[in-house]
Structures are given as C-alpha cells and as structure tokens.
C-alpha cells in the first residue's frame, strides 16, 4: 500500500478526515478512489492509535462504511440491471457536511454578520447593538442544537429513500422555501423555539436546508438567536419591524 506522504492538518471528525483526504489527493467528490482513500483512512485511524488518541465509534462507523462500498463495488455487475453507484449515499453526505462547515466557517471569517449570535446572560439585558460579536463557542452550541434535533427526528423518520432505489428518485430541498416558511412563521408569531424550525420535517436533507436557511437569515441580519437559559434550547426572533424580505436574496 502506497504510504501517506503528505501532512493533515487537524480534522474534527471522520467526514472532515474524509473531505481532507478527498482535497489531498486532489480527486472529485464525485468520484471517490475507495480502495485508495479507504486506505489512508485507515492508516490515519492507526497512526492515531499509535499517539494514544481516542478513536470514537463514528471514525468506525465510517471505515466499517467505507469497506461495505469497497466490496460492494468489486462485485460484478449485472448489465442488465442499472444498479446506482455504492458512493452515492456517501457523496451525498459529504456534500451536506461540507456545506454546513462552510457555512459555520463563513461566521468565523466574517464577525461582522454574527449580529444575530448571543448568550443570553442572568441578569436581564439589552438587545446588543448591531457591532456586538459572536463567541467561537455560541456557534458551537448552535450545531450541537441542531445535531440534537437531527436524532430526534432520525428517531420518527420512516425508511430512508435509498431503501427504496429505483422506485424514488434523490430529494432536493430549497433554502429559499424553508428561509420563506421560517421567516412567515416569525411575521405571524414574532418568536419561535429552535427545535420548532424542525417541527414537520420528514427527512434529512429537509433538516440540513432548515439549519441552513437559519444560517442565511443571521447572516442577512434579519433573526436573532439567543439562549434561552434552558440547555440546548434556543429562541428565534425577527430583529426588524419590517415584515418584508427579498427571498431572491437566497441561494440554493
């Protein structure tokens, strides 16, 4: 096995591992080599072994996962059927990855937009004004709320749609509707819990356009987000008095 010549820099979980391994080899995430990233993941799994670190079950999970496609691509292959490429789930998930870490990193890289980012103290406070900064860590807490959503919900979810391949084809989900469904929710309401943003949501990917279309509306400066002092639960409000707002500002 060809050795891993280069240098990683940190990585924060097994998909950041695979997304750097994906950007080192200089290949398409489109187009993943298993057989040869399988390889250096693992050899990064042993090497941090090897410095006594912590291996979690998720960096398993995603080896044990990266083997399946592995083995399932060698198999041969009936031309009579069209079978759907082993890696699509996995791109599927690196894409999502990707765009929220972008997202998060965007926030890191540009203070001036985390207006809508705060914690919400003891003692009562003023609305901060417009050139307050957000903390590393309040953004933090707002994923790990959104994480905690995402396995309540994978808790109600039916069978995802690859269970049926073949018969569904892939879900697309628009930013800009779930950015219009949030922001008609606050001009009715004024105010609504996180995990409500949530609420009716039926699959993944519905729930990654959710978290970030909140991303979006921060960013414009239209939402604030603040702790309500209740852990992991946070409160979404409408910053400005005016009810309107130019959706084609949003990308999908």
């Known amino acids: 096995m060809e050795q891993l010549s280069f240098k990683l820099d940190a990585f924060e979980g097994p998909l950041d591992l695979l997304l750097m391994l994906i950007k080192k080899n ?3 995430i489109y187009d993943i080599p298993i057989a040869t990233i399988l390889d250096q993941y693992l ?3 042993k090497s941090m072994e090897e410095m006594d670190l912590e291996v979690s079950s998720e960096f398993l999970v995603l ?3 990266l083997l399946q496609i592995k083995s399932r691509m060698l198999l041969p292959k009936d031309e009579d059927e069209e079978e759907e490429d082993p890696r699509t789930e996995l791109v599927r998930r690196l894409l999502e990855y990707q765009q929220i870490k972008e997202s998060i990193e965007f926030f890191r890289e540009h203070e001036n937009y985390s207006v809508g980012l705060f914690f919400k103290l003891p003692d009562a406070i003023e609305r901060p004004p417009a050139e307050m900064n957000y903390s590393k860590m309040t953004l933090e807490n707002l994923l790990d709320a959104y994480k905690m959503s995402c396995i309540k919900l994978e808790r109600k979810l039916p069978p995802p749609k690859r ?4 018969i569904v084809g892939h879900e697309k989900v628009s ?3 779930k950015v219009r469904k949030i922001w008609n929710g606050l001009v009715s309401k004024g105010r609504m819990l996180f995990k409500d943003i949530f609420k009716g ?3 993944k990917p519905e729930a990654v356009a959710s978290f970030l279309a909140v991303l979006e509306m921060i960013k414009l400066n239209k939402i604030l987000v603040e702790d309500t002092g209740v852990r992991g639960e946070y409160s979404v409000t409408k910053i400005t008095d005016d009810d309107n707002f130019n959706f084609e500002e949003i990308e999908d």
């Open 43 to 45: 050899e990064v799994m």
């Open 201 to 203: 949501v039926k699959s």
């Open 163 to 166: 269970s049926f391949s073949g």
């Open 63 to 65: 080896a044990a996962t």
């Open 26 to 28: 200089k290949v398409s």
């Open 175 to 177: 930013i800009k509707e």
